[in-house]
């Protein structure tokens, strides 16, 4: 069912060896830099506060993007599958003594794609933007669950959950250089299984249903079935995002570390980064983490008296970031992947000639 | 039983002022295929405004037909600066735009206006009185008049004067209205407006009950699954959903709450919009697409 597929852009086909070439090169280059030149050179604060959430929320961006912009289904409450998530592997590694930390996130995914399924079963009768409804139902109710059931948090009583020590087989993952290197390698791989997936059988059959469903129930396609993988993988994604932002990044974690902001951030970095795009949303996810960080600054170094409030200074971030967002909705309409789709062409033009 | 109906009455009320939070949503909807998210920010923006005016010592009326005029004001920008860029895009996109613009808009107005929280009084009591051994506050009587009143008003509106008109062809069918001389921008302007206009009335009433502050603008939240039950483009449908969803809502946090050891208000509506969807996928009033291959 998912056997990989040859790419089905003609124009990827028509341009044989060079491309191809070009694009090993630049999946080593990727490597060289995540595991080689990232580490070597960041600072711990780089490392901590800047790269690390850049990207798991790109990988956020992926998970939603799988959704939204492979099979076309809507959802606004990305977030409550990382709370599911993260709420998992806290539980998982409480309760299951011994459990070694790739299990722990293979299984905190497996339980977020089953609330998924659960909460995209809607979608085999709802369709469109209804389908919000849905997600933001699961949404409240996951960050209802989780403050209303002190046992999610282990009876803590500010229902926080603080992260496990990091470690893989012995190796300590504390440092911000071990945690980077744990959420770049999580990354890297579930990169990889998205592209399997999106190449795939599956993956074409999610972008005929999203272009024409009645077409594709037409031509054979098990429309529900499709919708509900889609649901289940992107809740999967989801779910270990989930983790490694609350285990990696914060160090801690509650029900409204993902709240409905977070859901819609994850939206942003779709819309922004690019619907229909892997590394577009690392760039989705690069705005949403620097953007309030270089507002920080700017308006610090504007200097207004006026602005000593916190509060005043809070309220014109928003104002910014709205500003932004609506003008790179109007100017970049495929978003900001479309800048390396761009730099990506004019590179293939200038190896193949 | 009297406790019941209590309940139930009280949630029939705030069903009302939900519904007439999504009216403004559904008149956006009709004209321009927008789901406003802004609609709970203009809620917040106009209260707060009026609020202000009225703090500095100003007449009501006078507040009234200020914050009005700003409104009117602030649709015309947005329809210059963002719809109209950003027609014929897809509904997710204009939806996320919205977004940006309920950011713009509240941060706006808290940046301008400050963060306090603002008491309104109204003049209308509300203190519970007996009605023949019920207890309903003539507030929440007087809230539903001026709710039916607006509901009349935009009815007879839609149906019999010439915008009217006009906008229901917009709503039926974009491009033939268009090609029938209808001018689109002169139309969301109008419509973008009369929400407007629509949002300072339910911020006053809202505000009058919990204060003017922020979390005036989460109203939206509250408006969406009555949306959903409604259907997006139908305003009896929006006055029903929200009928329902108060009803439901609050007899669900008496009943249910205490069996799931906390108040189920957050989410419950959802869930129902849901189970409703799966009987009715467009809502009980609203349009089903037809599609063709």
């Known amino acids: ?353 | 039983m009297a406790y019941f109906l209590e309940t139930l009455i009280a949630g029939l009320f705030a069903g009302l002022m939900y519904g007439l939070v999504a009216i403004g949503f559904v008149l956006i909807y009709k004209a321009s295929g927008v789901f406003n998210f802004a609609q709970g920010a203009m809620v917040f923006l106009a209260a707060l405004v009026f609020v202000t005016l009225v703090e500095r010592g100003i007449n009501f009326w006078v507040a009234f037909a200020a914050t009005s005029a700003l409104m009117i004001l602030t649709a015309i920008v947005i329809e210059a600066l963002v719809l109209r860029p950003l027609r014929n895009r897809d509904p997710l996109t204009l939806f996320m735009a919205t977004l940006g613009l309920s950011f713009v808009i509240d941060g706006g107005a808290q940046f301008f206006l400050g963060t306090d929280v603002h008491m309104l009084d109204l003049g209308i009591d509300d203190i519970a009185q007996d009605y023949g051994g019920l207890f309903i506050s003539s507030f929440d009587i007087v809230a539903s008049l001026i709710v039916i009143a607006i509901v009349t008003v935009l009815a007879i509106v839609f149906s019999k004067t010439r915008m009217g008109v006009s906008l229901r062809a917009v709503a039926d069918d974009t491009l033939a209205a268009q090609s029938i001389g209808i001018r689109l921008p002169v139309i969301w302007r109008i419509v973008w407006s009369v929400a407007g206009i629509v949002a300072l009335i339910a911020g006053l009433l809202w505000g009058a009950r919990q204060g003017v502050q922020y979390s005036l603008s989460l109203i939206t939240l509250k408006a969406l699954p009555v949306l959903i039950i409604g259907g997006f483009s139908s305003i009896p449908g929006a006055i029903a959903g929200g009928l329902i969803v108060g009803a439901s809502e609050a007899l669900a946090d008496i009943y249910l709450g205490p069996l799931v050891n906390g108040s189920v208000s957050t989410w419950f509506a959802y869930i129902l919009a849901v189970a409703f969807l799966l009987v009715r996928p467009a809502g009980l009033f609203g349009d089903r697409d037809i599609e063709r291959v």
Do not use: C
Request: hydrophobic letters at 55%.
């Open chain 1, 1 to 353: 069912m998912t056997t990989l597929q040859d790419d089905i852009l003609p124009a990827a086909t028509a341009v044989p060896s060079g491309s191809a070439l070009l694009r090993i090169a630049a999946v080593l280059a990727g490597f060289a830099i995540v595991f080689g030149v990232v580490p070597a050179i960041a600072t711990d604060y780089w490392l901590s506060s800047i790269i690390i959430p850049t990207i798991v929320m790109g990988l956020a961006g992926i998970s939603l993007n799988l959704l939204q912009g492979y099979a076309g289904l809507v959802s606004l409450g990305s977030a409550a599958f990382m709370s599911v998530g993260v709420f998992s592997a806290y539980n998982l590694i409480l309760r299951v003594p011994g459990l070694p930390l790739p299990a722990v996130l293979l299984l905190a995914g497996l339980i977020a794609a089953a609330a998924g399924i659960f909460f995209g079963l809607p979608a085999l009768r709802i369709k469109g933007f209804y389908l919000g409804a849905s997600t933001l139902g699961a949404q409240f109710f996951f960050q209802w669950l989780f403050t209303n059931y002190p046992w999610f948090s282990n009876g803590s009583q500010s229902l926080t959950i603080s992260a496990p020590r990091l470690e893989i087989f012995g190796y300590d993952l504390q440092s911000p250089a071990g945690r980077y290197l744990l959420v770049a390698t999580v990354t890297v791989l579930l990169i990889g299984l998205a592209f399997l997936v999106v190449k795939s059988r599956l993956g074409r059959e999610w972008m005929a249903i999203r272009d024409m469903e009645t077409a594709a129930s037409v031509l054979g396609i098990r429309v529900a079935r499709r919708k509900l993988q889609a649901y289940a993988i992107s809740s999967f994604f989801l779910g270990i995002t989930g983790v490694l932002w609350g285990f990696a990044y914060l160090g801690t974690a509650d029900a409204y570390t993902y709240n409905l902001d977070k859901s819609f951030q994850v939206l942003f970095i779709v819309l922004i980064g690019g619907t229909a795009t892997i590394f577009g949303n690392f760039l989705g996810a690069a705005f949403i983490v620097l953007t309030p960080i270089l507002l920080d600054h700017l308006v610090l170094a504007a200097n207004v008296a006026y602005l000593s409030d916190q509060g005043a200074i809070t309220n014109l971030q928003r104002v910014l970031f709205g500003v932004i967002i609506i003008f790179i909705l109007i100017k970049e309409p495929d978003g900001l992947s479309a800048w390396i789709r761009r730099g990506v062409e004019a590179l293939q033009v200038r190896f193949t000639r």
